[in-house]
């Protein structure tokens, strides 16, 4: 029996040493996060405004349908991670990018509340395959010991597309029109398609490289290919869903995003509320968006050098700080801190609570264990919203509200202290 290949890195190495085929693997995966976030999120911004006038559908409606119909990514998260485990990360990469592009060009055609629905619900649902699950396959199977610091480069993208996605959609309806211009986004779509079918492969070894780009040789390049095809993940969803740390990161991530939606989602209401105008608390939000670039890269290179579970109990309590500094009305200093703590925190969490699952699982059991986890991370970020609402309404507005979200960041802190980091054989 030969002898299991063991990559031969320092986990502390925070070199950007990827190779020309991973930098590859990195910006494409990059710009399939920006593409992705501004079609499921950021878009709506703008969406909703222009189709309510365009087919004479009040805004309230869209908005009131565009929630339910975001839970595709909720369903996406486990079902196709299945699809990734049958046929690969770039074959779920293509079919979600074709039926996105679809669904998102058509949204602009189709006059009916009901067509939006089924239209956004795919844009959701495929949008999540091509980008945060196959995509982030990809980086686990390219990277398993430096995710996080590859991470690190490819939430930049994410991270723009709060700043840039926007304008850009608005320059389309405005030069193309409402129709083309949802097709003009579909456009990108296939550069980016044909982008993936010209330059992606589910593992470093099928290209001749090697993971994370250490030196070996042929005959070890080899061995490790075969490796990664005749792994059998030795659990199934319900066995791992029996694990004790699969619930501890699903909640703390979850719990993660219950933070991060609720400042961001109330941060121009909240500015506002202080007294700013809308153009200039729109202004702030646009300047943490920027902030957010670097910091994207920050939170990868501290996952890198001293671990994920480490920096998400960093990330925990710097997100702490940053909401107890905007629940009061102290003065001018205290909340420009808390604004670069908000945009420095923006990159953080996608990074870091998909590295810690690949931390935990074996690069080739990653889109298993992920499938389980991030469905249940999903639901638990849903009740951000409701969270909000009742520290609103019950716990003396803004104040109460913060306090609940700086409650979350505490337990945050605690699930990911209580999680063992030992890697699952």
Request: glycine share 10%.
């Amino acid at each position: 029996m030969s002898q299991t290949i063991s990559i031969p890195i320092d986990v502390s190495d925070t070199r950007s040493n990827f190779g020309k085929w991973g930098w590859s693997v990195v910006t494409i995966e990059g710009l399939m996060l920006w593409i992705a976030a501004g079609v499921q999120v950021h878009g709506l911004n703008i969406m909703v405004p222009v189709l309510s006038e365009y087919f004479d559908i009040p805004k309230t409606t869209l908005l009131f349908w565009a929630t339910p119909a975001s839970w595709g990514s909720v369903v996406a998260a486990y079902v196709l991670a299945k699809v990734v485990e049958w046929k690969g990360a770039k074959f779920t990469i293509i079919f979600s990018l074709i039926a996105c592009a679809l669904c998102f060009g058509l949204i602009g055609t189709w006059n009916s509340v009901a067509a939006f629905v089924v239209l956004f619900s795919g844009v959701c649902f495929f949008g999540s395959g091509y980008a945060y699950i196959a995509g982030m396959a990809l980086i686990a199977n390219w990277f398993p010991k430096k995710k996080s610091l590859a991470l690190g480069w490819v939430t930049m993208g994410q991270t723009m597309s709060t700043a840039l996605f926007v304008p850009m959609l608005a320059a389309f309806f405005g030069f193309f029109g409402v129709q083309y211009g949802f097709w003009a986004v579909s456009a990108i779509m296939v550069v980016l398609l044909i982008l993936v079918m010209s330059f992606v492969v589910d593992t470093p070894e099928e290209r001749g490289c090697t993971p994370d780009n250490v030196p070996m040789t042929a005959a070890e390049i080899a061995q490790s290919r075969e490796e990664q095809e005749n792994y059998v993940v030795p659990f199934s969803s319900l066995q791992l869903l029996g694990m004790r740390d699969v619930w501890l990161i699903a909640l703390g991530s979850g719990g993660i995003y219950v933070v991060l939606v609720g400042v961001l989602s109330q941060l121009v209401p909240r500015l506002m509320a202080l007294g700013y105008s809308l153009q200039t608390a729109i202004l702030f939000l646009s300047i943490a968006a920027f902030i957010g670039v670097p910091g994207a890269y920050i939170w990868g290179w501290l996952g890198q050098k001293v671990s994920t579970r480490t920096s998400l109990i960093i990330y925990s309590l710097w997100w702490l700080v940053a909401v107890m500094l905007n629940m009061f009305e102290f003065n001018t200093f205290t909340l420009y801190a808390s604004l670069g703590m908000i945009g420095l925190s923006f990159g953080g969490a996608t990074n870091l609570t998909t590295s810690i699952v690949a931390e935990k699982f074996p690069r080739a059991a990653f889109i298993t264990a992920f499938g389980v986890i991030q469905p249940i991370q999903s639901i638990i970020r849903c009740c951000a919203f409701a969270i909000l609402a009742f520290g609103l309404t019950y716990l003396g507005g803004y104040t109460g509200a913060y306090a609940l979200l700086a409650g979350v960041a505490v337990l945050n802190a605690l699930l990911f202290w209580a999680t063992d980091p030992t890697p699952v054989a």
